[in-house]
């Protein structure tokens, strides 16, 4: 049996020890993982003489040191996890957070006991890896579920890129083949890493070919977080944030993934929802004749003051919460403000208001054209008919949802706190709003000509603009 302990945890360094019980001089190697990639790994045989004078593990060339070649950054927080490299279990006090105010030991939870006949296939392809992510415990982390995968045939390291990406590496392995911990390793970094998470909605529709996509454009402060809450009700979905490590980080993903895949068994299409521009759907060429890409938009100088509502809104609410939001923050940064108040002032809402009004980070001109795909007015329409995107506006919402998806609700969700309307505005704040908002007003008012034909709820292929006649 395998035994160890970690002595020390730090940003610099690592020791400790590790042995096996049935081979006392045996040497043992343990593998060090910083937030689930691993770092490197490491022989077990440096000369501990309190394991040689405790007469149970030989000679006792059973420590280990490790350095890490470049100090962990003081000002961000990392998770260190030390493994026994053959099984994948912790060392003793072998898990611990890293921050500024010095090293926190986790508990580490014993391993859930299982039929050691019973392995797990290798993934093939990125639909048997999110089948596998299925299986994900949140009490044990994503490592104990990759022991349980029978890597004693070798592969090439390749083949294991494409079970997790669909396609080969661009620099070709050379036939290197890999086999037990490291290709078990490779296929833990593969999971953890950026591309795999940034690439995630793409992998999860095209693993899935069978099942319809829904497809949603959500334009801020379209009614768009009230759809999507009544739709992930009645479908499978996944969201644009399970994308940014700030809202989603590794272990919330491989759990977000693996309720995902079991959700989808139930579920005959994916609904993807979030603030995703149509052109990452036509770009990435998602939109299939078989699926159903839709929008809501909303009258563009409304829109406008609402989403200034709205971010005055998440700083009252983030206040009141004590924490502040990923999205606030980046607000706020793009505000030049440090953070949130310690409370809500009328002079600090007045001034929010008036920074966020003129901030084109935020109130982003022509904000329509813009999450269909960018261009002119004509360009969004020519758009919108080539992939067949189905349009309502906020007005025929209700009876929409009713009569598209029998949804019969009046629900506003992530409704915001009116602290500007247009009728506060000046003359100069007016202005700029039609000024920067003048081939949204186009766009909206040949959206609200086609919506204008008796019994229609929405529009499936936009039609194109009819010409001016001259003189006009």
């Known amino acids: 049996m395998l035994w160890g302990h970690v002595d020390l945890i730090s940003r610099e360094v690592i020791t400790g020890w590790a ?16 937030d689930g990639m691993k770092a490197g790994q490491i022989r077990c045989d440096l000369l501990r003489p309190d394991l040689r004078n405790a ?75 999110l089948q596998l992510l299925s299986l994900f415990e949140s009490t044990q982390g994503l490592y104990p579920l990759l022991t349980r995968v029978d890597f004693s045939r070798r592969r090439r390291a390749s083949h294991i890129h ?8 661009l620099v070709p392995d050379n036939g290197a083949s890999l086999g037990g911990v490291n290709a078990r390793d490779y296929l833990n970094d593969l999971l953890h890493s950026r591309r795999f998470q940034d690439g995630i909605i793409p992998t999860v529709l095209r693993a899935f070919p069978e099942k319809r ?3 949603f454009v959500h334009i801020p402060k379209c009614a768009g977080s009230d759809l999507s809450m009544h739709l992930a009700r009645r479908y499978a979905s996944i969201g644009q944030r399970i994308i940014d490590p700030a809202w989603t980080p590794k272990e919330l993903l491989f759990r977000t993934l693996g309720n995902f895949v079991r ?29 159903r890409a839709f929008t ?45 108040p310690n409370q809500i002032t009328d002079d600090y809402c007045h001034e929010v208001c008036r920074k966020a009004l003129r901030s084109r980070d935020i109130v982003v001109p022509n904000a329509l054209c813009h999450w269909l795909g960018g261009g002119t007015a004509e360009e969004v329409v020519a758009r919108l008919r080539e992939h067949d ?10 009876a929409w949802l009713r009569a598209e998806w029998g949804i019969d609700a009046h629900t506003r969700q992530n409704e915001s ?55 006009n």
């Open 162 to 169: 494409y079970s997790v990406f669909g396609e080969y590496p």
């Open 55 to 129: 007469g149970t593990y030989g000679e006792g060339k059973h420590g280990f040191r490790f350095e890490f070649p470049t100090p962990m950054p003081v000002e961000v927080d990392r998770r260190v996890t030390v493994r026994f490299a053959q099984t994948g279990r912790i060392l003793g006090n072998g898990d611990a957070r890293v921050s500024r105010d010095g090293t926190t030991l986790l508990p580490v939870t014993p391993p859930p006991a299982f039929d050691e006949d019973l392995h797990l296939p290798v993934p093939l392809d990125p639909h048997d890896a």
């Open 417 to 471: 706190i009116k602290f500007i309307t247009a009728d506060g505005l000046d003359r100069d704040d007016m202005e700029y709003l039609r000024d920067i908002s003048a081939e949204d007003t186009r766009l909206f008012g040949m959206i609200q000509d086609q919506l204008a034909a008796p019994d229609t709820l929405s529009v499936r292929g936009m039609e194109p603009p009819r010409p001016t006649p001259p003189g």
């Open 263 to 291: 959700e989808l068994t139930f579920s005959q299409s994916i609904f993807v929802r979030g603030h995703i521009n149509l052109a990452y759907f036509i770009d990435n060429r998602l939109i299939r004749p078989m699926d």
């Open 213 to 215: 996509r829904l497809l």
């Open 19 to 34: 042995a096996e019980d049935a081979d006392p001089n045996g040497v043992v190697t343990v593998s060090i993982f910083v």
């Open 389 to 398: 995107v189905e349009v309502t506006d906020t007005a025929h919402y209700n």
């Open 296 to 340: 809501i938009v909303r009258e563009p100088i409304e829109m406008a003051i609402s989403q200034v509502n709205y971010l005055m809104s998440k700083i009252t609410w983030n206040v009141d919460a004590g924490a502040l939001q990923p999205d606030t923050a980046e607000w706020l940064n793009f505000l030049g403000m440090p953070g949130l």
